[in-house]
């Protein structure tokens, strides 16, 4: 609003107003203030808002997509994510899994960047690829800042590979570059004095019962179907799986 403060010049549209009829995004809503919480929620409730130094009401009619990778039910439990405002959004939820839970996708969404990247280039670079070895070491990698950090680990790799049409694992960073990736059956050994199959196959075991359960958000019967067995036998294997 024209004169509300400081350099406010012209009248402008906010994103509510530009959004009218449409969607908004709204990133990272864990963040938010309790100020911002309490004023996002009058929105939602109201469908009405008013601008900065303003006293007229502005209606909106606005479909709301919010992300966050907080944990806001948590958040609600310790008092710090209002929780009306939690159940206003929280109508259709949508869960993104981690990198870490779809490797596959991780050389694609890398060349997908390097494309990007060689195509923005000043002047314009060929195609960019990545190695095999390359690869294999990204999807070893657990990603914890997920996508974000994937993109930046590949501009970065690129900055620093001028010229090249192939990225290697040696111009990744280091702590990808040494992450081993999961051990084949064939990397075993079999020393002179034999090896202990039950317990490789039960830690085996126990390693993906841990990632299913991972990816379903601890829910015992949506792990079961992902690993093709009843419900009764996970939580018998559970069952052994707390006493090892």
């Given at each position: 609003m024209r004169g509300a403060f400081t350099g406010a010049v012209a009248n402008r549209q906010g994103r509510l107003?530009?959004?009218?009829?449409?969607?908004?995004?709204?990133?990272?809503?864990?963040?938010?203030?309790?100020?911002?919480?309490?004023?996002?929620?009058?929105?939602?409730?109201?469908?009405?808002?008013?601008?900065?130094?303003?006293?007229?009401?502005?209606?909106?009619?606005?479909r709301v997509i919010a992300a966050t990778n907080s944990d806001l039910r948590k958040m609600v439990e310790i008092g710090t994510f209002r929780e009306d405002l939690y159940y206003r959004l929280n109508v259709i939820p949508v869960r993104v899994p981690p990198l870490r839970e779809r490797r596959a996708d991780i050389p694609i969404l890398a060349q997908h960047f390097l494309d990007r990247l060689a195509r923005d280039a000043q002047p314009p670079r060929g195609r960019v690829t990545l190695s095999q070895d390359a690869q294999q070491a990204m999807m070893a990698f657990n990603w914890p800042g997920n996508v974000r950090q994937l993109e930046n680990v590949i501009e970065r790799t690129f900055a620093l590979s001028p010229g090249r049409a192939q990225i290697t694992s040696l111009e990744m960073p280091e702590e990808i570059r040494n992450v081993r990736p999961p051990m084949q059956a064939g990397d075993v050994p079999i020393p002179e004095a034999g090896i202990d199959i039950e317990a490789i196959v039960s830690e085996f075991e126990h390693t993906l019962i841990r990632r299913a359960l991972e990816r379903t958000g601890g829910n015992k019967r949506q792990a079961a179907d992902l690993l093709h067995l009843k419900r009764t036998t996970l939580i018998e294997k559970l069952k052994r799986l707390e006493k090892a």
């Open positions: 107003e530009q959004a009218n009829r449409g969607t908004l995004f709204l990133d990272e809503v864990g963040t938010m203030s309790a100020a911002l919480q309490a004023k996002l929620l009058r929105v939602l409730q109201s469908r009405e808002f008013e601008r900065v130094g303003d006293s007229q009401t502005v209606r909106v009619d606005v």
